[in-house]
């Protein structure tokens, strides 16, 4: 199995910046894309970020200009750098990784972390 821990969350004024980070452990033999995902309250979970193992990047139109996916491949590690934050990107942030271990290629995902953007 694979555990995604994700940190960085919490309470930012807007116009604020945040760094999150998402950590992965495990049986792991390689590492597809990770990503960035985000729901917020009444809403579908919607993509924010991924990006490849060679470092190919995808972003949401909202988010393009303001947030920067990062990965360090030598640690199995994801960030989401964000900035000029909004009040709309309020929501619980969960990590993916597309992993391939012993029994097979799998979808993984984090428990999520809250980012409050409020004055």
């Known amino acids: 199995q694979v555990q995604l821990v994700e940190s960085g969350g919490g309470l930012v004024q807007p116009g604020g910046s945040l760094r999150l980070s998402c950590a992965a452990s495990?049986?792991?033999?390689?590492?597809?894309?990770m990503g960035w995902y985000r729901q917020a309250p009444g809403k579908q979970r919607e993509l924010v970020a991924t990006i490849t193992s060679g470092g190919s990047t995808n972003y949401a139109d909202s988010v393009k200009g303001r947030f920067t996916i990062s990965r360090d491949n030598a640690k199995n590690t994801v960030y989401l750098q964000m900035n000029s934050l909004k009040s709309e990107d309020t929501a619980v942030y969960y990590c993916n990784a597309d992993a391939l271990i012993t029994t097979g290629r799998k979808d993984y995902w984090g428990q999520g972390t809250q980012v409050t953007v409020s004055s």
């Open positions: 495990g049986s792991i033999y390689y590492i597809y894309a």
